[in-house]
């Protein structure tokens, strides 16, 4: 009997959330369907590229797909990060007319710290307008960059554009992909981005603009960490847009490992005790449906913890009642609405057939990708590479020591004429 009493609490909670997911999601897909003449193109852009050393042929083709964009020639640049410093991927992106920012003297990790290291170095200059993140296999529509200037005209200060996984059609990595990429940035919300939802951003195809990264920075926390930078911009009640007229196509056969279920529990614990209950007092003081809403997600399951939970659940139910008793079937009825809940997202980002004729091996990818994460490393930062925030001092004697080292000159300074 408790046994019975504790599955139909779960089963009632999980559908309330399942059904608030859905009530997000239509409202901000019945929003985003407004569509207004362009404004004239006027700012300029940075496409920002992280290229690692086996990537390097398919920077060529790359760097020529995103010149050809519609957009003014002059007013935007290919910016090229190699993370491995190989000097062919540098002249080969040189010679198709693409710009090159190195990692310098400080050694690179991963794409993820090339971005934000050249994010930091063109947010000093007054040249760009905006920086767009894109993969090295990335192809965008050709209004892309027009519609990104269109937003910012209008007042945005970070816009997320559709994001699709391309490939071979009838490929199997291609359709694990597109499975996985509908379950982030936030499954509940589904890109409600235009009603301030808090719906979460995605890496590639993302807009920022150079006032976002100058008012509240992008290294702490950083651009990659999804939800905690999701949950800065939300408590500052920053505005970001999605729109469905820009996609961005992503050829990255690699599939990012996610994280550990109990790993990721822990974190969006720390995440909502920290961050939720400020924003639900934030958005009822200022009157903010963005901030109410988003730190109310914060507080919600995952995806992989309600797909598991009810699995196991329906497990008991069939063992203990039977499959065809009132509960078993309400588990059923819960699983098939996830199950509802990733073909509309996979209609959503235009995926391919096979991702639809896949659905049914998502538990297992899902469980495949936590375990594999538990035996990936994240590479450690190199020993002669220090942060920049920490004075480097010399180990010589008392004078030196503590101060900064004197400039020293290549020749004698000619003297000035009396």
């Not at 019945?30 to 050393?53: D, E």
């Not at 059609?169 to 694990?176: D, E, G, L, M, R």
């Not at 999701?230 to 007229?245: A, N, P, S």
């Amino acid at each position: 009997m408790y046994l019975t009493l504790i599955e139909s609490v779960v089963l009632a909670g999980w559908i309330c959330v399942v059904g608030y997911g859905f009530v997000l999601s239509f409202i901000g897909r019945m929003r985003g369907r407004s569509k207004t003449p362009l404004i004239y193109p006027r700012h300029v852009f940075a496409l920002v590229v992280p290229v690692a050393g086996n990537d390097e042929n398919s920077i060529s083709r790359t760097v020529e797909h995103l010149r050809r964009n519609k957009y003014p020639r002059g007013m935007f640049d290919v910016i090229v990060a190699p993370v491995s410093g190989t000097d062919q991927v540098s002249t080969i992106a040189r010679r198709k007319g693409a710009v090159v920012y190195g990692p310098g003297k400080q050694r690179w990790r991963d794409r993820d710290d090339a971005i934000t290291g050249v994010l930091e170095r063109l947010s000093a200059k007054d040249r760009y307008d905006a920086y767009i993140i894109l993969d090295v296999r990335s192809r965008i529509s050709p209004n892309y960059l027009a519609v990104m200037s269109d937003r910012l005209s209008k007042g945005a200060l970070a816009v997320q554009s559709g994001y699709c996984v391309s490939g071979r059609k009838w490929a199997w990595n291609t359709a694990s992909r597109a499975l996985l990429s509908t379950l982030k940035p936030g499954w509940l919300t589904s890109w409600s981005l235009d009603f301030r939802l808090g719906g979460g951003i995605h890496r590639t195809g993302l807009c920022i603009s150079r006032r976002l990264v100058e008012k509240h920075g992008i290294k702490r926390p950083r651009v990659d960490n999804v939800l905690a930078f999701q949950t800065k911009l939300l408590r500052h009640d920053v505005v970001i847009q999605y729109t469905d007229q820009a996609w961005v196509y992503d050829r990255t056969r690699a599939v990012k490992p996610v994280g550990s279920t109990f790993s990721r529990l822990r974190s969006r614990w720390r995440r909502a005790r920290a961050d939720g209950l400020p924003l639900i007092r934030d958005g009822l003081k200022w009157r903010s449906a963005a901030q109410v809403i988003g730190g109310f997600n914060l507080f919600l399951p995952t995806y992989n913890t309600m797909l598991v939970t009810a699995l196991l659940f329906f497990g008991l139910a069939a063992y203990l009642h039977g499959v065809a008793s009132a509960i078993a079937m309400g588990w059923i009825a819960l699983i098939a609405s996830l199950a509802v809940f990733v073909v509309f997202r996979l209609g959503q980002m235009r995926a391919p057939v096979l991702a639809y004729a896949a659905l049914p091996t998502l538990p297992l990818i899902l469980i495949w990708q936590s375990v594999k994460s538990c035996f990936t490393s994240r590479p450690s930062r190199p020993e002669n590479a220090q942060p920049k925030d920490q004075k480097r001092t010399e180990t010589g004697n008392g004078r030196t020591q503590g101060r900064r080292p004197r400039r020293r000159y290549s020749r004698r300074p000619r003297r000035q004429p009396s």
